[in-house]
């Protein structure tokens, strides 16, 4: 991971909505959550919880995926990992 690739990721982690997201998906595991688990777990708006994503997405730490009509979104545990990995 390169220092750039690291300053976003720790950017879009520095919004405390997104970071609630982040942890949520993290404690899903790589089945991760639907686009309304999410929203309801942490009482946030569709497009607000929509944005946020994007971001996440944006900064490579979520991948997002369809389920018939929903959208799955999980943590992308390999680019976490690199992330850590450059911290320490």
Do not use: C
């Not at 799955?72 to 690199?82: K, L, N, P, T």
């Amino acid at each position: 991971m390169d220092d750039q690739a690291a300053v976003r990721a720790l950017a879009a982690l520095a919004n405390p909505r997104r970071l609630a997201v982040f942890r949520h998906l993290i404690a899903a595991g790589p089945s991760g959550l639907t686009a309304g688990e999410i929203a309801a777990a942490i009482g946030i708006g569709a497009t607000a919880l929509t944005f946020h994503l994007k971001e996440l997405d944006r900064a490579g730490l979520i991948r997002s995926w369809r389920t018939g009509r929903a959208i799955r979104s999980a943590v992308a545990v390999d680019v976490v990992r690199h992330l850590v990995g450059f911290l320490v």
